[in-house]
């Protein structure tokens, strides 16, 4: 069964950091680019970040660009986000998605992890 | 950045209405255009791909047409399973883009 599971969402406060991790199983996750999506409390949704395959290119939104580190390890078939200088607005459930670019496009999706910034 | 210009955001239908639902591109995305389905609590699912390629198991009511910067998501006769929110996504060039969503609501 294809899938994704996220952890290492919680409460942090403003200024602190997290690591989100993506566990994946049921594909080949080195043949495939990964992103990061996010949605804010009774929003839409947001991507946030892309890394391709190999790990070699990395793609952010402006929201968190310089914030935020996108990595893989293909070896433990999992994805990250390392999250720094987090802000208020920065609350979301993320979501872990398979595929970037390309016809593969998030047709698989993780079940998510709450972040909440707060003091 | 290409933006994604979803409308209606909202609307009221009834159990057996066409539903239609429409996203603009700021510029020109080919077929690069998905559409998803979000119930509340839930992950969102991909329902057509390529802009109207139907995803595995996903009824045939849904469908999908457009190219270019115009792209429509239609539901033949809409189903009380499908009261959700949809979103567009853009995943031509990064940054991608989500569409705002359309919540369809019971009338």
């Known amino acids: 069964e294809v899938q994704l599971v996220e952890s290492g969402g919680g409460l942090v406060q403003p200024g602190g950091s997290l690591r989100l991790s993506c566990a994946a199983s049921g594909f080949t996750f080195s043949s495939y680019a990964m992103s990061w999506v996010r949605q804010a409390p009774g929003k839409g949704l947001e991507w946030v970040s892309a890394i391709s395959g190999s790990g070699g290119s990395t793609y952010y939104a402006d929201s968190v660009k310089g914030r935020f580190t996108i990595s893989r390890d293909n070896s433990k078939n999992t994805l990250y986000l390392q999250m720094n200088s987090l802000r208020a607005e920065d609350t979301a459930v993320y979501y872990c998605a398979k595929g970037g670019l390309g016809i593969d496009a998030f047709d698989i999706w993780g079940q998510g992890t709450m972040v909440t910034v707060s003091s | 950045d290409i933006q994604m210009t979803q409308s209606p955001s909202a609307m009221s239908a009834s159990v057996g209405d066409r539903v239609t639902i429409t996203c603009r591109a700021s510029?020109?995305?080919?077929?690069?255009l998905a559409w998803f389905q979000q119930k509340p609590g839930k992950v969102p699912k991909r329902l057509i791909y390529?802009?109207?390629s139907l995803q595995s198991g996903v009824p045939s009511r849904f469908s999908g047409s457009g190219s270019g910067t115009e792209f429509t998501l239609t539901i033949s006769s809409l189903q009380p399973e499908d009261f959700a929110t949809y979103y567009c996504l853009q995943h031509n060039s990064y940054p991608l883009t989500f569409g705002g969503g359309t919540k369809v609501e019971i009338k």
């Open positions: 510029q020109g995305i080919s077929n690069y």
């Open positions: 390529a802009s109207s």
